[in-house]
């Protein structure tokens, strides 16, 4: 049975760092597509960052510069680096996978979902 599961929320003050990490078990990563997302209370859904099985990363524009996604394929975890962290980054954000992801912004395009970890930004 496929499975992510995401850790390392939590509260952190503007300006602050955390590194959230995804688990992933009962299938090997290497061969997946790999995307954050992030749901804010009131709003949509939408893509953070996202890494090819090759190793090609895409971030939203909102966030570049202060993420960063990064895999460990031997240890089947996926991770984001989150830095100079802002008020409006509070959200729930997801780790997701897929096998053939075209636009890594594009949720439909993923098949597995973590149950999501809470940041929040907050003095």
């Known amino acids: 049975q496929l499975q992510l599961v995401e850790s390392g929320g939590g509260l952190v003050q503007p300006g602050g760092s955390l590194r959230l990490s995804c688990a992933a078990s009962?299938?090997?990563?290497?061969?997946?597509?790999i995307g954050w997302f992030r749901q804010a209370p009131g709003k949509e859904r939408e893509g953070v960052s996202c890494?090819?099985?090759?190793?090609?990363?895409n971030y939203a524009d909102s966030v570049k510069g202060r993420f960063t996604i990064s895999r460990d394929n031997a240890k089947n975890m996926v991770y984001l680096q989150m830095n100079s962290l802002k008020p409006e980054d509070t959200a729930v954000y997801y780790c997701?996978?897929?096998?053939?992801?075209?636009?890594?912004?594009?949720?439909?395009?993923?098949?597995?979902w973590g149950q999501g970890t809470q940041v929040t930004v907050s003095s």
């Open positions: 890494m090819s099985s090759g190793g090609r990363t």
């Open positions: 997701a996978a897929g096998g053939i992801v075209v636009d890594g912004f594009n949720e439909h395009e993923y098949d597995d």
């Open positions: 009962g299938f090997a990563l290497d061969y997946y597509d």
